[in-house]
């Protein structure tokens, strides 16, 4: 009998290993949970609607698909420098901008808002439920994420928000992060491949991040996963859709060319992203705070099941961390190599870890939440962490529908009266749309205008080249240095770069120089009356913010 019940426990001994080993990849079962999976991600979906479902266009929404309409119709806007100079993010035009050529821009940012929310939604779902065995955790996921990327980045970085190139980059990230916690390095090449020929800084950094996983992850494995595989170079090919274009933008120009546009990049364009010491403290501190608390979170849940798992997750951290570190480094050298640090830092060292730090602490912060110890619900640190997060996206949401104008259109992007009431700057918007529909109607359709120099979604409503403006830079050398130029040049020091001058020589040689029949003022900046033509509008009471003056011609001979 005793010989028996020793049989009985060595077949369950030898039973549990292989068990474990054929569970499947991901804890929630399927059957049932196939339709509230689909219902999770529609309300994640819904939830990144609520939060960022203002009007187009977003943040960046205007210099993305302006240039992906300028792909597909050449003829938009072709004397435009920056539709016309090199095009970067090539597979994010010809994938998002197609639509343009049957619907307006605003719809087709729309469309492309959909389809990279949806893929971020299910990416996210697909991670989370590898790690969480809770019904709709990927909710609070989402949720925490949201907030801690607003309120605890480092550089600037966001994710939810306008359709642009990283939107599905970091989709293909998250499908690769779902991927890579079951230690399918083969998905996980492609996918990242896919994000790189989508947005090769996102994608690529997560390369460098997954390496770093596979290095402290796999190396004391039994059965460790080769590196050098089919599917690594297949990633590589796929990714070079991406790599080509941002090279060739790099070619053509001397090396004293290349260093000077790449610190007009760093330290006067884009030094609130790529310079760390142009950050303010309290950018450091809510970053350090974030990832003190991911810290906390890992202790406190360290032995909760998945561990390896949830150890991937955090290699992966570790490389997004390790990346910034090395950003931070080579900050430093500003002071001593200042050309080498340009061309260095503005490859975007921080973004990564601005999104991998967040999303590590939204996972942890939901795995305490969903522990399976006795714990009171209200103790648990978790919902600590997600319903603080809760408040922070509903306070962001409430501001924005409050304000009730496109991001990329309120005055707190455009640095202009950032304190207005929302009534004002809802009364400016409508001032600046009927102008520039104004414009559309009236004007021939290759008119460049002078605008004003707070503002940047002219080319969006007019649908008129411009002669420069300060969110649309050019990304190959030859036209930066032109950009350049022509910022400097219209929107002088002497006037503080607030607006163009109306000295008349100048407009004389602007005229001839760069091919501009009309300037648009802001009427709060330069005044109500200009000494040249008037055309729009005929009567004070039309529009209080804005006036389309043209400009002078030079004397006959």
């Known amino acids: 009998m005793q010989k028996l019940k020793d049989t009985v426990s060595v077949e369950r001994e030898t039973k549990l290993p292989i068990e474990e080993a054929s569970a499947p990849d991901h804890p929630i079962p399927s059957g049932g949970w196939r339709w509230f999976a689909v219902w999770e991600v529609m309300l994640v979906v819904a939830l990144f609607f609520i939060y960022a479902g203002d009007a187009p266009p977003m943040v960046n929404e205007a210099h993305y698909l302006v240039k992906a309409k300028n792909v597909w119709q050449p003829d938009w806007c072709a004397n435009d420098l920056f539709t016309a100079s090199g095009k970067a993010h090539t597979t994010f035009y010809y994938v998002f901008g197609?639509?343009?050529?049957?619907?307006?821009?605003?719809?087709?940012?729309?469309?492309?808002?959909?389809?990279?929310?949806?893929?971020?939604?299910?990416?996210?779902?697909r991670l989370t439920t590898s790690l969480i065995a809770?019904?709709?955790?990927?909710?609070?996921?989402?949720?925490?994420?949201?907030?801690?990327?607003e309120y605890g980045n480092l550089a600037g970085e966001w994710i939810i928000g306008g359709i642009e190139a990283k939107v599905p980059a970091y989709g293909f990230v998250l499908l690769a992060l779902a991927e890579l916690v079951h230690r399918r390095f083969?998905?996980?090449?492609?996918?990242?491949?896919?994000?790189?020929?989508?947005?090769?800084?996102?994608?690529?950094?997560?390369?460098?991040?997954?390496?770093?996983?596979?290095?402290?992850?796999?190396?004391?494995?039994?059965?460790?996963?080769?590196?050098?595989?089919?599917?690594?170079?297949?990633?590589?090919?796929?990714?070079?859709?991406?790599?080509v274009p941002a090279l060739w933008l790099t070619m053509g120009g001397t090396p004293e060319e290349s260093v000077r546009a790449a610190r007009i990049y760093t330290y006067f364009r884009l030094p609130h992203?790529?310079?760390?010491?142009?950050?303010?403290?309290?950018?450091?501190?809510?970053?350090g705070v974030l990832l003190a608390t991911a810290l906390l979170l890992a202790w406190i849940t360290r032995h909760q099941g998945h561990r390896e798992r949830w150890n991937r997750v955090g290699a992966f951290t570790t490389g997004a961390i390790a990346i910034a570190f090395i950003g931070l480094m080579l900050g430093l050298l500003k002071d001593y190599a200042p050309d080498l640090a340009a061309k260095l830092l503005r490859y975007y060292w921080f973004r990564l870890s601005d999104a991998v730090v967040a999303l590590w602490f939204s996972l942890l912060a939901m795995r305490c939440l969903c522990q399976p110890k006795p714990v009171p619900l209200w103790r648990t640190p978790g919902l600590w962490a997600i319903t603080v997060c809760a408040v922070l996206v509903s306070y962001s949401s409430w501001k924005r529908i409050q304000l009730a104008v496109p991001p990329s259109t309120s005055n707190a992007v455009l640095g202009w009266d950032v304190d207005a009431d929302p009534a004002v700057?809802?009364?400016?918007?409508?001032?600046?749309?009927?102008?520039?529909?104004?414009?559309?109607?009236?004007?021939?359709?290759?008119?460049?205008?002078?605008?004003?120099?707070?503002?940047?979604?002219?080319?969006?409503?007019?649908?008129r080249a411009e002669v420069v403006n300060w969110k649309d830079v050019p990304q190959d050398s030859k036209s930066l240095h032109e950009w350049y130029a022509r910022f400097r040049e219209i929107y002088p020091i002497r006037l503080s770069t607030i607006r163009v001058t109306?000295?008349?020589?100048?407009?004389?040689?602007?005229?001839?120089?760069?091919?501009?029949?009309?300037?648009?003022?802001?009427?709060?900046?330069?005044g109500e009356h200009l000494p040249m033509v008037r055309v729009y509008p005929l009567s004070e009471d039309e529009n209080e913010t804005y006036a389309v003056y043209e400009l002078p011609y030079a004397l006959a001979r």
């Open 273 to 287: 992203h790529l310079l760390p010491a142009n950050f303010p403290f309290h950018w450091y501190l809510r970053h």
């Open 98 to 125: 197609w639509p343009t050529l049957f619907v307006s821009l605003q719809t087709t940012a729309w469309l492309g808002r959909f389809v990279g929310w949806t893929l971020i939604a299910f990416g996210l779902y």
């Open 425 to 463: 700057q809802q009364q400016v918007f409508n001032d600046w749309q009927n102008v520039c529909h104004w414009i559309r109607l009236t004007t021939a359709s290759d008119a460049i205008f002078l605008t004003p120099r707070h503002q940047q979604s002219f080319k969006w409503y007019a649908e």
């Open 502 to 526: 109306i000295h008349y020589p100048s407009l004389l040689k602007y005229r001839e120089k760069y091919g501009v029949n009309y300037i648009v003022v802001d009427r709060r900046i330069t």
């Open 134 to 149: 809770t019904r709709f955790a990927t909710l609070g996921v989402a949720v925490a994420w949201i907030a801690s990327i």
């Open 186 to 243: 083969n998905r996980v090449w492609i996918l990242l491949g896919i994000a790189s020929a989508f947005h090769v800084l996102t994608g690529g950094w997560a390369v460098v991040a997954a390496a770093v996983t596979w290095l402290l992850c796999e190396r004391h494995q039994h059965d460790r996963k080769p590196f050098f595989t089919p599917a690594l170079f297949a990633g590589g090919a796929i990714a070079l859709l991406g790599v």
